[in-house]
């Protein structure tokens, strides 16, 4: 079975966010990148569906400009056979899931995942579109998928509860905890990783359907007040004459 | 051409989130002189769609179809596209809920749509240009971004909107049929799953939010989190470690990797206040830190706090929400 994992570079989730002086983009500038966290449970996820099978093969691929090459890397490292990077600045979602769509196709990969969002754009419109492009279904937010032959069972996250959810290859699903624990890159696994193949591809089409005005931080909070641990029923008082959210 | 909004219910009822996005809707129909019309999914009763007047909205869309109780991806699109062709709708507006993210991604795609979730605020609409601001960054920033589609879908982040109330008369309900067939329920589920709600309050809807971290030393303590809860009639939430012992289950985990909330009211015990932490809760609108390190960043973000034990502190404020009444 062929497995494509689809892989966004972002910040560290520590990184204080700040932007270019025009507030137009995200200041890159000392920022440590990584491979999206809820992309790597995609990844965990197919390399054991593979490995349970005994055949088969992990792509994964990254919409980005070179410099995502080390998380690429990475993923190679943890465990993917391959990868391919489409070289382009991922614009918007649409962009970024017809270039996904065009390498599922020419492909022929069974089964499509990637992690429910990115923790940088919180999009959360990838999965959907690249299963609306290939017309096969998309499974959104998945938290456990189990194969057997083309088959897959998967429990989809819904407000207050969950589905279970059967769908035949070829399909999209988004990945979640606590789909499985994620993997991290062993010495074996660095070392491999060298050789292994990453192809760079043009992009194609080019429609992006939406364009970034400007970014601005969250307005600051005033400043705590402090209410002593003797008289915490002062803070309810607080929260119903002050606040008035009780 | 009016605006459409696609209201999602429950047990008849129509969800919290919907009442927003309804009242969204309606202000966005205003703003480009139309009208909105809803087009409803899951269980719902006719009496209470009408009263989506209350929200501003003209006209209900319902498909009795019975498979339509669920979530089903498939389904849910062709509905929602095929009222948005009905209704010649330019702009379609969800919930940013886990239906909203997984329909609008598809039907932007269905119906060349620009698409922008997670939105924060009511659109901006100067010059020729439509702009919507979106929280970006996991909570830690926001976004302008402008919608260059003649279609546009807008997903409204849970509790950033008022609901309207009184905003018009009642709305008109009308049987819809997308004509589903079997094929468009291909991803239909084989069962559903409902969680024990603690109070029954769910916690994406929540308004209100008791949290608790490691600071609450195991999971036989967390009566303490729900009888606050309960008296508040708030929803139960936990930081990522406390899930990942399973003190707590997933659903409840909070943060840039679990859910992030924005509710009116945060209470946080025993919660160090990480930066992954805060950036699921740092735009709740009033935020409460119990925590017995003064040191603890949660404060630098709080609105109100207490340095103290939570041992000693919660069953006093329980004490004192029941004195209320
Ligand atoms: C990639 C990545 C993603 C992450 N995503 C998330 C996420 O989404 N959500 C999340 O929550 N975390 C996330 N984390 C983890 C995060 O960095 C913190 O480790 C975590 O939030 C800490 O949880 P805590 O505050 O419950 O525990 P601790 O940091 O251990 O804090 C416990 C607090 O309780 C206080 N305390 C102890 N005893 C008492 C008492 N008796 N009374 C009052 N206060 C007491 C202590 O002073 C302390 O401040 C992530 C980390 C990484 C690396």
Same mark, same amino acid.
């Given at each position: 079975m062929k497995f494509l994992v689809c892989i966004s570079n972002v910040p560290d989730t520590t990184t204080k966010i700040t932007f270019t002086p025009d507030n137009k983009?995200?200041? $890159?500038? =000392?920022v440590q990148f990584v491979i999206n966290p809820w992309d790597e449970y995609a990844l965990t996820r197919a390399i054991e569906l593979k490995e349970a099978q005994g055949s088969g093969t992990v792509t994964v691929i990254n919409v980005g400009e070179a410099d995502t090459e080390p998380n690429i890397r990475k993923a190679l490292a943890i465990g993917a056979d391959d990868a391919i990077r489409v070289n382009a600045k991922p614009t918007d979602a649409f962009f970024v899931a017809e270039q996904i769509a065009a390498i599922a196709k020419e492909g022929a990969y069974d089964v499509i995942l990637m992690g429910r969002e990115s923790i940088d754009y919180n999009g959360s419109q990838v999965h959907g579109m690249v299963g609306e492009l290939l017309g096969i279904p998309t499974v959104a937010p998945a938290m456990k998928l189990d194969m057997s032959g083309n088959t897959a069972t998967l429990e989809r996250e819904i407000e207050g509860g969950k589905e279970i959810v059967e769908v035949t290859t070829p399909f999209v699903a988004s990945c979640q905890q606590p789909m499985c624990e994620p993997r991290i890159p062993n010495m074996r696994g660095i070392m491999t990783a060298r050789t292994k193949p990453l192809k760079v591809v043009q992009p194609v089409g080019s429609d992006a359907r939406t364009e970034v005005a400007e970014y601005a931080l969250p307005p600051k909070k005033q400043g705590v007040k402090l209410i002593p641990a003797e008289n915490a029923g002062e803070l309810i008082k607080l929260l119903r004459n002050e606040a008035k959210v009780i | 051409m009016s605006v459409l909004v696609v209201v999602e219910c429950d047990n008849g009822e129509v969800k919290k989130s919907s009442l927003e996005v309804a009242s969204y809707g309606s202000q966005v129909a205003q703003l480009l002189g139309t009208t909105a019309t809803a087009i409803a999914v899951g269980v719902a009763s006719e009496a209470n769609l009408g009263q989506l007047g209350e929200q501003g909205i003209s006209k209900v869309l319902y498909d009795a179809e019975p498979r339509l109780k669920d979530f089903v991806n498939g389904a849910y699109t062709k509905l929602i596209a095929a009222a948005a062709e009905k209704e010649q709708s330019q702009v379609i507006v969800l919930a940013n809920s886990n239906i909203g993210a997984a329909v609008g991604s598809r039907l932007s795609v269905r119906l060349k749509a620009s698409l922008a979730t997670n939105v924060v605020e009511l659109p901006k609409v100067e010059g020729g240009k439509f702009t919507v601001r979106r929280g970006a960054y996991s909570g830690k920033a926001l976004s302008d971004v402008v919608l260059t589609s003649d279609r546009k879908i807008i997903a409204v982040k849970k509790n950033s909107i008022e609901a309207l109330h009184n905003a018009g008369q009642a709305a008109t309900v009308e049987q819809f049929s997308a004509q589903l067939t079997d094929t468009d329920f291909a991803d239909a589920p084989k069962q559903v799953i409902m969680q024990e709600q603690a109070g029954g309050v769910l916690l994406p809807e929540a308004d209100k939010v008791v949290s608790g971290g490691r600071g609450m030393k195991g999971p036989e303590n967390w009566y303490l989190i729900e009888d606050l809860a309960k008296a508040l009639h708030a929803a139960t939430a936990c930081s990522k470690p406390v899930s990942d012992v399973d003190w707590r289950p997933h659903h409840e985990h909070v943060g840039q990797t679990g859910i992030t909330v924005s509710p009116n009211l945060y209470i946080a015990c025993g919660?160090? =206040?990480a930066i992954q932490h805060l950036a699921g809760v740092n735009s709740s609108k009033v935020i409460v830190v119990i925590n $017995?390190? +003064?040191?603890? +960043?949660f404060f630098k973000a709080a609105d109100y706090g207490i340095v103290g034990d939570v041992f000693d502190v919660l069953p006093k404020l329980t004490q004192a929400v029941k004195e209320l009444g």
């Open positions: 983009e995200f200041n $890159k500038a =000392g | 919660i160090s =206040g $017995k390190d +003064p040191e603890a +960043p």
